[in-house]
């Protein structure tokens, strides 16, 4: 188990809901608190629409809560906040820049010195196995590679704190295991702060110090679970008897709050 | 290579096929030369009309030149134009929300009735005939870059967001090149209605052009000089849309392949 570090993102309360428009009330998520230390990896799961996406863009700032309030670093949460990595379901490159110039947007954007970003550019590609492919174009590339190109991109500016919605979705199941061990590798290497929503329950337990478990809509979070796995995990500790209890108990948790 | 040869063979054998069933027709028929001119008259006019001296009022190209100039400028403004509305209007929806019934509006006005009134207003010079291309070619630029600005992938503006990346950014990087293949979509229209108001406003009143060209022509029933003309209008818009692709491809050379891979 890693060590926890002072406390990083500490989010209260949170509701959010939306106006349908039949003009009916939606709640996706309520009266959720999380905390984050850091240097800690923490997954959330949970049944499609159980509002985790919503948690994430409230935490990045993208979308404002009905109620509550997050606390990043000290400071209240009121627009999106250049310390954060985004990764989405979708890699969300831009068809038109080439891989380097993508993984360059955040830089771009945030007007940061363009060549020591270059030199981390490079070696971030080289982690995940892009060598050679800085200057091809999105459409060159597998959706693998892609996606591996939205997570160095998402690094770059060096956050403290990187949020993950589904990255690994859209991938077939041999993909997702070797994006999953990537992304241990940069954990690893960084140490950054993760939050990490996905819908595999054993994504969660192999990647996480802390799994938290959401119910359906309304979102609400029904247990937390603390992965004491050490570090670097291998694909073998999927099918150790420990591993199965947590992945058991979690499924059977949300098997009694939805079919999932 | 093989396939583009064997296509150019084709239309060869085509267009011989159409001139020949156009002389039987007229051998058959005995239709006058004022109704529909013979092929060879046509090219005779052709030949004539692009190898007189092109200083002189009987060359094509003295004519032509204008008559492109005027379409260039219009397609210029009009194109400039109905990108930068197009702009503002997916900017600020008041904007939008005010001038989008003129817009609608005007879109449905037959627009070449208005050519009469340039006449009044501009002359008989290059300044009405520019005026009316620019004023067919900017609607459908306009409107089809604004569905370009509108319909932008959320995921994108959302990567912006998270980045807190200001408007100008969130207009300079994402929105103007996600616009940009819908926007190429209204210039390549844009360019042809240009030609077309380049002409429109020549019929109606101008010293110089094809235009004016082939209402000389057709008040002597030159029918075989008009036709000459219709030939080199035909090349000359051609010309106007292989340039136009020829920018869109090197522009929005992403166009192909901007959809989501995991667009399932």
New interface residues.
Partial sequence: MSEAGPLLLDARGLRKQYDTREGARITALEEVSVSLADGEFVSVVGPSGCGKSTMMKLIAGIVKPSAGEIIYRGQVVTRAQRGMGVVFQSPVLLPWLTVLENVLVPIRVLRMDRAPASARARELLELVGLTGFESKYPSELSGGMQQRVGIVRSLIHDPGLLLMDEPFGALDALTRERMSLALQRIWLANRKTVFFITHSILEAVFLSDRVIVMSARPGRILQEFTIPFPRPRDFDLTSTAEFGDFAREIRHLLGASVDV | MKARLREAFWLLVSAFVAIGIWQTLISLTGLPKYVLPPPGAVWHELVAGLTADPSSRASIWYQLSDTLVATLWGFLLGGVGGVSLAAVMAEFRFVQKVLFPYVVGFQSLPKVAIAPLYVIWFGYEMEPKVAMSATLAFFPVLLNAMQGFVAI?R??M????????SRW?RFV??KL?SA?PLIFAGLNLGIVYALLGAIVAEFIGAQRGVGVLITQLQSVSDTAGVFAILVVLAVAGYVLITVMRLLQKHF???Q???T???A?
């Avoid at chain 2, 959302?158 to 990346?165: G, H, K, P, R």
């Fill in positions: 992938e995921d994108r959302e990567l912006f967001a998270s980045l807190d990346a950014q990087m994402i090149p940009a929005v050379f992403w192909a392949s901007d989501p891979p995991d399932s």
